[in-house]
C-alpha cells in the first residue's frame, strides 16, 4: 500500500504501523535534502499515531493519569536522503514491552528504498518526571488486540 492509499494516521499492515509523510520544503535543507533532525518529527508523528491507533492519546493520558511519553533512547542510521516533495512511509513496529518501556524500530521509506532505520525506547514518567509502569489501558492494547498480537515480538512482562 502506498502513502496515498494510506488514512491520514495510517494503518497497521503485516505486523506494522504505516504512517504516510510527504517531504515539504521547510524539511529541506539548502541542497533540497531532508534535514537530519527533520527524521525525528517524522517517527515521532507516526509513533503519536499509532499510539492513537492503540486508544492512548498523550494530552489525555498526561492529565487524567499523570503520565507522558519521553524518549529515552533514539539511534538512527541513515543509508539514503529524501528529498523535496518526496512521498514516504515511517513503519513502526513494536519490538518488545517493558513495565515502563516500549522498544519500537522505525524505518523511513520511499516505495520500496530504506531511507533511515531508528531504534526508539520511549519510557513512561508520572508528574514528577519519575518511571511509572505503562497505563493500563496501553498494556491492554498492546496485549489484546487481534492486529496488536502480530506487532508486538515479546510480550510484555
Do not use: C, W
Not at 513502526?92 to 525506547?121: E, N
Amino acid at each position: 500500500m502506498s502513502g496515498a492509499e494510506l488514512p491520514p494516521g495510517g494503518a497497521v499492515i503485516d505486523g506494522a504501523h504505516r504512517f504516510p509523510i510527504r517531504v515539504y520544503y521547510e524539511d529541506t535543507d539548502a541542497a533540497g535534502i531532508v534535514y537530519y533532525a527533520n527524521y525525528l518529527k517524522f517517527i515521532e508523528r507516526a509513533r503519536t499515531e499509532m499510539m492513537r491507533r492503540f486508544g492512548v492519546e498523550h494530552e489525555k493520558s498526561r492529565q487524567s493519569e499523570g503520565t507522558a511519553f519521553i524518549v529515552r533512547r533514539a539511534e538512527l542510521e541513515f543509508l539514503a536522503p529524501a528529498r523535496l516533495d518526496d512521498a514516504l512511509i515511517v513503519e513502526t513496529r513494536i519490538v518488545d514491552v517493558g513495565g515502563a518501556t516500549i522498544r519500537l524500530t522505525q524505518d523511513v521509506r520511499r516505495a520500496h528504498v530504506l531511507l533511515v532505520r531508528a531504534v526508539i525506547l520511549v519510557a513512561t514518567v508520572g508528574r514528577q518526571g519519575r518511571p511509572v509502569r505503562l497505563p493500563p489501558a496501553l498494556r491492554a492494547a498492546l496485549n489484546s488486540r487481534h492486529e496488536t498480537s502480530r506487532m508486538v515480538t515479546t510480550h510484555a512482562r
